[in-house]
């Protein structure tokens, strides 16, 4: 399972960098593997992440908690 994920992972990898440098970007040598599984292990994180924090937003939208009022009124409190 876990070479699959590293397939995946390299193969986004190569192509994001590949897309922003022009083709140039092949991940070949050991530290642009290394580069690669990365980026491509990343990307996917961070969708992750942000569905995560969608579904929170979505869910949590209608719960806004209301500030209470301050005990000692102000300068600036309306009567």
């Known amino acids: ?7 995946v992972a390299y193969r986004i990898g190569v192509y994001v960098p590949g ?6 970007f092949k991940g070949e040598s ?3 593997w290394g580069w690669a599984v990365a980026v ?3 990307i996917p994180l961070s969708l992750f992440a ?3 924090a ?4 979505t869910r949590c939208n209608g719960l806004h908690l209301k500030t209470p009022k301050p005990a000692i009124k102000t300068l ?4």
């Not at 399972?1 to 397939?7: E, G, N, P, S, V």
């Not at 969608?54 to 937003?57: A, G, P, R, T, V």
């Not at 600036?76 to 009567?79: G, I, R, V």
Request: charged residues 15%; aromatic residues 20%; negative net charge.
């Open 1 to 7: 399972m876990d070479f699959i994920l590293d397939a």
């Open 19 to 24: 897309l922003l440098s022009g083709g140039c």
């Open 30 to 32: 050991g530290f642009a």
């Open 40 to 42: 491509g292990g990343l």
């Open 50 to 52: 942000a569905f995560v």
């Open 54 to 57: 969608w579904l929170i937003y």
């Open 76 to 79: 600036f409190d309306q009567e």
